[in-house]
């Protein structure tokens, strides 16, 4: 009797044995298997964090390729990048008016250059790189474009150029015909730019290639008298007078008028 309790206990303690094993192997997995997701996680989160400020890097490398081309026609650059968890886009914006004493002298059609994020990349304020909101700007020292992160249903980077540039050039004498005395007149340089869709065809190796398509050159004069030169967009209106710009109301004024038309296009290769 005693004999069969022994192997009983002997049994039931080779049975608690197995069933312990079994349990801690099942935690062990669960275990593993858990971490082995949460490193999934914190791997791709890493990695499209790290793809949207590559991202960021490629916009503003273009913005400077922008600069270098924007008064050379048919010239073109590219900026090396990849797209494995972002996707750029170009984005029609709206329409931009520009005015000259009340007068519409161009309407332009403003587009966008834009980097969305993966799902995992957030941005918790819009901040801006170059440029800001504005719509008109005085002076060569700002930048024309408008480069800057925001969260919109996800994250998204942008270059834009929904703005004009106005630059007083001082008084210059001209001459017309045979007439041998100059006349004095002030001369104002306005200058947009115009960005357009080439094709948009990313790859995981990508290059972003900017061409200068030409430059549409316009001439207005105004008689003497003070006026505003004004720019519409989205519902919003900026304006500045010659006077303001440090022009001789008692003079006439040429306006020259210059569109920049940049096209950008996204290519795979490296």
Not at 8 to 32: D, F, G, H, K, Y
Not at 259 to 264: G, H, N, P, Q, Y
């Amino acid at each position: 009797m005693r004999l069969k309790k022994s192997l009983l206990a002997r049994n039931n303690v080779a049975l608690s044995e197995v069933i312990s094993t079994v349990i801690l192997t099942s935690v062990m997995v669960v275990i593993i298997v858990t971490a082995s997701y949460f490193a999934n996680d914190v791997l791709s989160y890493n990695v499209e964090n790290v793809q949207f400020d590559q991202s960021v890097n490629a916009v503003l490398s273009l913005e400077r390729v922008a600069q270098s081309i924007m008064f050379r026609p048919q010239s073109t650059g590219s900026v090396k990048t990849s797209f494995v968890t972002t996707d750029p886009c170009v984005a029609e914006e709206g329409t931009m008016v520009v005015l000259v004493d009340g007068n519409e002298t161009a309407s332009i059609t403003v587009n966008s250059f834009k980097v969305e994020g993966g799902d995992q990349v957030g941005v918790s304020t819009t901040h801006y790189y170059l440029g800001d909101s504005s719509l008109l700007l005085v002076g060569l020292n700002e930048s024309m474009s408008c480069v800057y992160k925001y969260q919109d249903q996800g994250a998204w980077i942008s270059l834009d150029y929904g703005r004009i540039r106005c630059v007083y050039l001082g008084e210059m004498n001209y001459y017309e015909g045979e007439n041998p005395e100059p006349e004095t007149w002030n001369t104002v340089e306005v200058t947009v730019v115009r960005l357009s869709s080439g094709d948009i065809d990313p790859f995981d190796s990508s290059r972003i290639i900017l061409r200068n398509t030409g430059i549409q050159t316009q001439q207005i004069e105004q008689g003497a008298g003070d006026f505003d030169i004004t720019v519409q967009f989205s519902g919003v209106e900026d304006s500045i007078s010659l006077t303001d710009l440090g022009g001789n109301a008692t003079l006439s004024t040429l306006i020259n008028l210059s569109i920049i038309d940049l096209e950008i296009s996204v290519v795979g290769g490296g």
